[in-house]
């Protein structure tokens, strides 16, 4: 698994911890809005919706917060409209990096994210020089000393999952996005904890960094990630896990 992988699952655990900070709602408030404005506001036949919902639900959100947020999306409820975009560019190394955001500026946004690559010698890159380099793939991680090997197989291939990791001390199960659902209430209703779930973004070739170079390239991604606009920020890079575990 790529670097920027491993690094989410390390984040998410330590944002459980800090889950009330204003930015980490303001970020689920705009993926929920955009998720309903496209698809609906049932989150039964609004799979991105429903994902929003949980993962609004992980970081202890009031459901009053979640369902202004569903309304302003449907339009019953006032409010700012924001839309999705992708950028893409490189940072040191050629590390190649996929951002998605939701704002209600692109122009304003294009300018400080061109800012925040150029500050740590990256730079924006053309619309589909990067995106061709990640596969879309739904990834939940379980612990390997809350389930065997045997019981995880078999629960979550009869599933629809297309791949078993190991990672460590973690299984990493692979899904394709339409079958990541399934696979996760399958896991749940056989009683087997999941540490995380997401749909993300793989990267199909990775780019090995060390030293300065590692270093300046985790402080690209979390200035982007830091970006009120940002939703995900994507990577292909690999680094040593210590560094990781000290950036996250």
Do not use: C
Not at 79 to 106: C, H, S, W
Request: no cysteine; net charge negative; aromatic share 8%.
């Amino acid at each position: 698994m790529a670097g920027h992988s491993k690094w989410a699952q390390i984040k998410h655990k330590k944002a459980r911890v800090d889950a009330q900070r204003s930015k980490i709602f303001n970020k689920l408030i705009r993926e929920i809005q955009v998720a309903a404005r496209l698809g609906g506001g049932n989150p039964d036949t609004n799979p991105r919706l429903r994902l929003a919902i949980e993962k609004a639900k992980e970081a202890n959100m009031p459901w009053e917060n979640i369902e202004r947020a569903i309304k302003r999306g449907t339009g019953q409820l006032e409010g700012v409209q924001y839309e999705d975009a992708v950028y893409e560019g490189y940072g040191p190394g050629g590390v190649a990096f996929l951002i998605k955001v939701t704002t209600d500026n692109r122009n304003r946004t294009t300018s400080e994210l061109r800012h925040i690559f150029s500050k740590f010698g990256g730079n924006l890159a053309s619309p589909g020089s990067v995106a061709w380099q990640f596969k879309e793939a739904g990834v939940i991680y379980v612990e390997k000393s809350a389930v065997d090997e045997d019981r995880i197989y078999e629960v979550v291939l009869e599933a629809g999952a297309e791949d078993v990791l190991e990672e460590g001390d973690t299984w990493v199960v692979l899904t394709s996005p339409g079958d990541f659902h399934t696979v996760k209430e399958a896991m749940e209703n056989a009683g087997i904890p999941i540490s995380s779930a997401q749909v993300t973004m793989l990267p199909q070739n990775t780019v090995r960094v060390e030293g300065k170079s590692a270093e300046t390239v985790l402080k690209l991604y979390q200035a982007l990630e830091s970006h009120d606009d940002v939703q995900q920020v994507y990577a292909n890079f690999d680094v040593d896990l210590k560094l990781l575990e000290e950036a996250a």
